[in-house]
């Protein structure tokens, strides 16, 4: 594999060799006795990851946007309010699907690297009857992480839904579904799960399940709906065969096998190498003069980093040198700023050496660009960071 080159985008990640030897076994029916039991793990064990015991979880073939869809579509009904909190791109597109099917949203926009204050939050609950909130996690185009477990109890405190993009963060970010009162909590394989592109994954409270059961109106998507679906997700949890439509076989397995790694590591162990990693990133960063979109270390994900290029340097030359130094990292998301940053992803399977290779691999090539700083400073801070 000499001419392989360590993927540190913000998804799809570095994936374990298990999961991928996994994803490779020969393809079996989707009422194959072993398959059944597969799904039933991987539905039992998304439970123990999202920590949210009682949920009703869901693996489907699509990507995130499809969770988005899946939850908005079932939880809504025309001219029900909605309030989304946005702290990047994908908070516009979550009110955008979401004014698809009817809802009436009120978006509640952060300063960019920010967040939106809890009291802007809570003084717009009290004015209006919402029936929804939805917020973003880790929003991947900024990096900025907000801390989800106020938002629930606010939601809890009117009486209000709540869904958490956790696309950027689940498995990778702390994230107690139960405790902290969420309703949905939706991700994608391809990042912090640690399976390639293809399903998309989520955990639904009672709560949210008894809403969805008293609907007046059929959910609008046909294909989302969960009448559709959660005899199917039920029917795998009791070891039973089912059909509505055929699921991603292969990247079902391949979710078994990862979602027993996490596990083995333990959540919180993970929570504190996501940490610590991401520390690591910051210091380096900081050290070799780059500043971060995030405002401050409070609000910044452990799942990604979104540095601004130094003056001078340009980002097509920037990471096209990282690229042949070995590394790949990704440009910048938000439109406002796209061009003036990268980002890079630190998530999942994520270690020590890939930290400090792909910090050498940036600090090697802003040289090379004429950036001027303090020779190994990069590598310097990371190194204490990590001891
Ligand atoms: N939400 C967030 C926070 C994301 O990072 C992404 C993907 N980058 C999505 C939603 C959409 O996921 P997908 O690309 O799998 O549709």
Redo the contacts with the bound molecule.
């Keep these: 594999m000499k001419s392989r080159k360590l993927l540190m985008i913000?998804?799809p990640i570095e994936f374990e060799p298990e999961v991928l030897s996994a994803l490779g076994q020969p393809t079996t029916s989707h009422v194959a006795p072993n398959f059944i039991q597969s799904f039933g793990n991987a539905l039992r064990m998304m439970k123990e990851v999202w920590l949210a015991p009682k949920g009703q979880a869901f693996i489907m073939a699509?990507?995130?946007?499809?969770?988005?869809d899946m939850a908005a579509s079932n939880l809504i009904e025309k001219g029900d309010k909605v309030l989304v909190i946005s702290t990047g791109y994908?908070g516009s597109?979550y009110a955008e699907l979401l004014v698809r099917y009817g809802a009436d949203v009120t978006f509640l926009q952060s300063e960019i690297g920010d967040i939106v204050p809890l009291d802007i939050i809570e003084d717009e609950l009290k004015k209006d009857d919402y029936k929804l909130l939805t917020f973003?996690?880790?929003?991947?185009?900024t990096a900025v992480m907000v801390d989800p477990k106020p938002i629930g109890k606010l939601a809890q405190k009117y009486n209000v839904l709540s869904i958490l993009?956790?696309?950027?963060?689940v498995a990778g970010e702390e994230i107690r579904q139960e405790e902290w009162g969420i309703d949905v909590v939706l991700t994608?394989s391809?990042?912090a799960v640690g399976v390639p592109?293809g399903l998309?994954l989520m955990v639904v409270s009672e709560k949210a399940m008894e809403v969805w059961k008293n609907r007046k109106t059929p959910v609008a998507n046909y294909y989302s709906d969960w009448n559709n679906w959660l005899p199917i997700m039920q029917a795998y949890e009791a070891g039973n065969p089912s059909y509505f439509g055929t699921p991603a076989v292969n990247l079902v397995v391949a979710l078994e096998k990862s979602l027993e790694i996490i596990l083995k590591e333990g959540m919180e162990a993970r929570f504190a190498r996501h940490q610590l990693m991401a520390e690591a990133f910051r210091e380096a960063l900081k050290a070799m003069g780059l500043k971060s979109i995030p405002i401050s270390e409070e609000v910044s994900a452990a799942t990604l980093s979104a540095p601004y290029y130094p003056e001078g340097i340009t980002g097509a030359q920037l990471l096209a040198q990282v690229n042949k130094e070995g590394v790949i990292l990704a440009g910048g998301l938000l439109p406002e700023i796209k061009n003036n940053y990268f980002r890079i992803g630190h998530m999942g399977s994520i270690n020590r050496a890939d930290t400090l290779a792909t910090i050498s691999a940036i600090e090697v090539s802003l040289k090379k660009g004429g950036y001027i700083f303090e020779d190994g400073a990069g590598i310097k801070a990371a190194q204490k960071a990590l001891s």
């Design positions: 913000p998804g699509g990507t995130g946007t499809l969770a988005m994908f597109r973003t996690h880790v929003d991947t185009s993009d956790g696309v950027c963060s994608a391809q990042k592109p998309a």
